[in-house]
């Protein structure tokens, strides 16, 4: 019988019969800690093997401070001190306060490769599938365990199918996709489930847009998404990556999957997720009622520099209404840089943006972007349950909605400010 994407990977990194819901031992490639989950790691490797608290392997072990970077407070400076010290101690790699949101520094600096293992004290790690890597977020006890003995137990999951047909242009982006697809499947038909998804949008997916997607898998109850790579996709990684190149894998065809369904986003609309849900989805223009106090455009999911670009494109020709605070985050440094070198900083600095340091920033109520009681926020990040990005209410939706809705002051679709 022939093996899905994820049995495919789990194949290549164990000795056990790979069948779902097997519980095998699975080989990980590398681990990762946050300043959020990194302290607690560090106390259980010094708890638990009090005599030699050292990483198996150094090089498959990494620091990333991204939730509050720099820190705010007393307590996050001395959590990322505890990860600084441990790292200075035993050779681990931190990538600190400067670098950027974790799961986008590793695939910057080429560190995630195709069909690798990799897991992280970070709910979102799932967005490793858009790299062809099987990702999963952890707690600290287990990333722990990992650390100090290179492997740990998985449950092999079923896989589901996702087919979208149809088309979609500009100003519908891939996060009006994604949203649509939650709208459909919302969290119960991935439950515990690996997702494939195909269809002929692919072939002009960007690394971007493949990010979007693979990251609010988390949100369709996924434990992890792969999409089809075209052309130009696989050399955006052999840029990045080097050494020996992996072509990352793909289902056999008689592959057996959980369940499947199609879903047709022919003449969509830019979407937008209500809150509490973020599969409480409707059209933007359905909402226009909505009057927005600030936006975000930043996160695991929408903070790359195309994303930048997509807010300019609405913004060139249009000034941000007064009263109403647009900030935006880059993911990582390399981002960052990119705005600087193109001079799309700039001309975002002209149009009244805010930009701050890379980080995950408001999204993950660690910096800028956070909502005070009675403030609606029209937001690109993935989740919108109360408290999650602070007192007011968060609406999930593409950059694009973001910047339109930030002009006219009310939830808007661009096809009326373009």
């Known amino acids: 019988m022939g093996k899905t994407i994820i ?23 590398l681990a990762t800690a946050r300043d959020f989950g990194g302290p607690n790691v560090v106390k259980n490797l010094r708890k638990y093997y009090p005599e030699d608290p050292s990483p198996l392997d150094k090089e498959r072990f990494v620091f990333t401070f ?17 990860c600084r010290e441990y790292g200075k101690e035993f050779g681990v790699k931190v990538y600190d306060v400067d670098a950027g949101i974790g799961s986008h520094v590793i695939y910057d600096r080429g560190i995630i490769k195709p069909n690798m293992t990799v ?8 967005i490793l599938g858009a790299f062809g890597a099987f990702g999963q977020g952890m707690g600290d006890v287990d990333i722990a365990y990992i ?31 994604t ?17 494939e998804f195909y269809g002929d949008i692919f072939k002009k ?25 075209n052309n130009k996709n696989i050399e955006e990684l052999k840029e990045r990556i080097e050494g020996d190149f992996e072509m ?10 959980n369940n499947e369904t199609t879903i047709d986003i022919t003449g969509i609309n830019s979407q937008v997720a209500a809150p509490p849900y973020p599969h409480n989805v409707s059209d933007a223009k359905d909402l226009h009622d909505i009057n927005v106090d600030s936006g975000f455009v930043g996160s695991c999911t929408n903070g790359r520099y195309e994303d930048f670009e997509a807010v300019y494109r609405i913004l060139e020709k249009n000034t941000i209404r007064k009263g109403i605070v647009l900030t935006m985050v880059p993911v990582t440094r390399e981002v960052l840089e990119q705005l600087l070198v193109t001079g799309l900083f700039m001309k975002l600095f002209a149009k009244g943006v805010v930009i701050s340091n890379p980080s995950c920033a408001g999204c993950a109520e660690g910096h800028i972007g956070i909502t005070g009681k009675g403030q609606v926020n029209i ?40």
């Open 205 to 229: 997916f960007t690394m971007a847009d493949r990010i979007t997607l693979c990251s609010m898998v988390t949100e369709m109850g996924g434990i992890v998404g792969f999409i089809p790579f």
């Open 7 to 29: 049995e495919k990977i789990f194949h290549a990194h164990s000795k056990d019969e790979i069948i779902p819901n097997n519980i095998i031992w699975l080989d990980m490639d």
């Open 179 to 195: 949203l649509y697809i939650l709208k459909q499947i919302k969290t119960t038909f991935a439950l515990g489930k690996a997702i």
């Open 66 to 82: 991204d939730l509050v970077a720099p820190a705010k407070n007393k307590k996050y400076a001395n959590n990322q001190q505890i």
């Open 119 to 126: 897991v992280g004290t970070d709910s979102h790690y799932n």
């Open 248 to 257: 990352p894998f793909t289902a056999d065809s008689d592959a057996r999957y």
């Open 379 to 418: 937001s690109t990040g993935n989740r919108n349950y109360p408290g999650k990005q602070g007192d007011g209410d968060t609406y999930l939706t593409s950059p694009v909605v973001v910047a339109a809705s930030v002009i006219t002051g009310r939830i808007t679709d661009p096809k009326e400010v373009l």
């Open 147 to 177: 650390v100090k003995k290179g492997r740990t137990w998985f449950e092999v999951p079923e896989t589901v199918k996702v087919n979208i047909e149809g088309d979609f242009e500009f100003p519908v982006t891939a996060k009006d996709i």
